[in-house]
């Protein structure tokens, strides 16, 4: 994990194995939610911290899961 405040779709086709298109329709979806709740988003990335709370319940730091 590097110090970026934003993942972007490489970065989370890597963490979740998938594809970097099914990577941004995911972002996609994450965005719209942030933006439901009145944040500014950026087209093709996603807030690293709101990420991680969606995708593993807030239990992923460093790069590895914390139970």
Do not use: C
Not at 31 to 51: A, L, P
């Amino acid at each position: 994990m590097n110090g970026n405040i934003f993942i972007d779709a490489q970065e989370v086709a890597n963490e979740l194995g998938t594809s970097k298109a099914y990577a941004y329709k995911l972002i996609q979806k994450l965005n719209e939610e942030m933006k439901e709740s009145g944040f500014i988003t950026i087209e093709g990335k996603i807030n690293r911290k709101f990420f991680y709370e969606k995708i593993y319940g807030g239990g992923r730091e460093n790069g590895s899961l914390q139970r």
